[in-house]
């Protein structure tokens, strides 16, 4: 690789970096509340109006990235995601941080649609691995460096300090677009067709609708009419959504790779491994409140082991896809989780440092190795000028993991638990009983999905 492309791989980091210092957010929940005097539930929808604008818009995104050129994109992306920072930054109300979360949410959707298929043209086929590798490295350490930011800027400076500390890696980047490729050659069957706005937002709409309803699980109990209303709208959609893709010259997504079962098994074990791999930031940091007496500080050291794992993983992937061939790799990283979550699952109350960090850090690097062998199959499996919607794709599967997690996993370990007023003893079972026999089963159906050929 020549200086330049060096060049493009920090400007493609930074920009990407915007999206996983989303992370830090989280330490600023508690200033925003007080700021705004809201209730702690209404806290829910920061995140909901990103992540459910980031991951509808995705794939939508990265066909246009590969129909109209992803360096144009990217750009786009940064320009747009710097604004939304400085109107976040400077919001006056609730309603209005809303409004520009949902900007941010459109920003990340066009830099994070056009980041794999950027990085991996900077090299030839055979370093693919290495290059999505280097991509998911620097993923992983802006989501490990989020929390430890954040924590220093909101207590010196507020939660406006974690959005207008992006601002600043945006105008970088794009201070150095310029190094990145520029628009690749369409494909022939692409080159004289009309964009599908149609299918596009269709497909913006069956991604909402299934976020809703995975989100809207938690009140099945006592609404049940909510999520079926969602899941309704759902099927609707997608309905609709395909049988738009079947007569389209330009469809959006290649319905064709779906129909076979090793690529389909492929993106389930994707969405299983990303719900299973949740759990450790979802549950673990409630037993390190409550079973242990570790100092805030240490314990946020001890949770950071799998994040770390993640990056360590991710910047040593490439090299062991090109020995192990992906799906060797796949079902190490498997193995490597679903050992780190059992070892999770059987911490006794109290247990050491040590005892913690190994098995955290076995579950993150077993994530971080199997995100970037389950991109490269993906990507992989698409030619070059789709590369963007394979990207997309391999991404918006992962977020539908994580936020099945959010819904399902809490309502188990509530179920579990009996509640907050549950004693340490029946914490620390449902605590066990989550990970053993509700987050490893998943592993092991990705596990045996990754065997089919």
Not at 171 to 179: M, S
Not at 286 to 301: H, K, N
Not at 348 to 373: E, K, R, T
Not at 406 to 422: C, E, K, N, R, T
Request: hydrophobic share 55%; with cysteine; net charge positive.
């Amino acid at each position: 690789m020549t200086p330049r492309d060096w060049l493009a791989v920090f400007a493609i980091g930074l920009g990407t970096a915007v999206i996983p210092l989303d992370s830090a957010v989280n330490i600023a929940f508690p200033d925003i509340t007080r700021s705004f005097g809201i209730e702690v539930q209404q806290i829910q929808w920061v995140i909901i109006a990103y992540v459910l604008t980031h991951t509808s818009l995705m794939l939508f995104c990265g066909r246009i990235g590969d129909r109209f050129g992803r360096r144009l994109i990217f750009s786009i992306g940064l320009v747009w995601s710097t604004v939304a920072f400085i109107a976040l930054t400077l919001a006056p109300t609730f309603e209005l941080l809303l409004v520009a979360r949902f900007a941010q949410g459109v920003g990340a959707a066009l830099i994070g649609s056009c980041g794999p298929a950027l990085i991996t043209s900077l090299a030839g086929e055979d370093r693919r691995a290495r290059m999505l590798g280097l991509y998911m490295l620097m993923f992983g350490v802006g989501a490990a460096l989020g929390p430890l930011a954040g924590g220093a800027l909101v207590a010196e400076f507020g939660w406006p300090a974690v959005y207008a500390m992006r601002v600043p890696l945006c105008v970088l980047a794009l201070v150095l677009v310029w190094t990145l490729p520029g628009k690749d050659r369409q494909p022939a069957w692409q080159a004289g067709a009309t964009m599908n706005v149609k299918g596009a937002f269709l497909l913006v709409g069956v991604i909402a609708t299934l976020l809703v309803t995975i989100n809207r699980l938690q009140v099945a109990a006592d609404q049940l009419l909510v999520p079926m209303t969602a899941g309704l709208s759902l099927f609707f959609c997608l309905r609709l959504f395909l049988a738009n893709e079947r007569r389209s010259s330009a469809p959006i997504l290649p319905l064709h790779l779906f129909r076979r079962p090793a690529f389909s098994g492929l993106i389930l074990a994707t969405a299983l491994v990303a719900f299973a791999g949740f759990s450790v930031m979802l549950i673990v940091p409630y037993f390190l409140a409550r079973m242990t007496d570790l100092p805030w500080a240490i314990a946020g050291l001890v949770l950071a082991c799998s994040p770390i794992g993640q990056a360590v993983a991710s910047g040593l992937a490439g090299r062991l896809i090109e020995a192990w061939s992906a799906r060797g790799a796949a079902m190490a990283a498997a193995v490597l989780t679903t050992a780190g979550l059992a070892g999770i699952g059987l911490w006794p109350a109290g247990p050491s440092g040590i005892v913690m960090a190994i098995p955290l850090f076995l579950s993150g690097a077993g994530m971080g190795l199997f995100q970037v062998a389950s991109m490269d199959v993906v990507t992989g499996s698409m030619p070059p000028g789709e590369r963007g919607v394979a990207g997309s794709l391999a991404q918006a599967t992962r977020t539908v993991g994580v936020m099945s997690a959010a819904s399902l996993l809490s309502l188990a370990f509530a179920y579990f638990s009996g509640g907050p007023a549950a004693t340490d003893a029946s914490f620390h079972e449902a605590f066990g009983t989550v990970f053993l026999g509700v987050a490893v089963p998943p592993l092991l159906v990705a596990l045996w999905l990754w065997r089919q050929r």
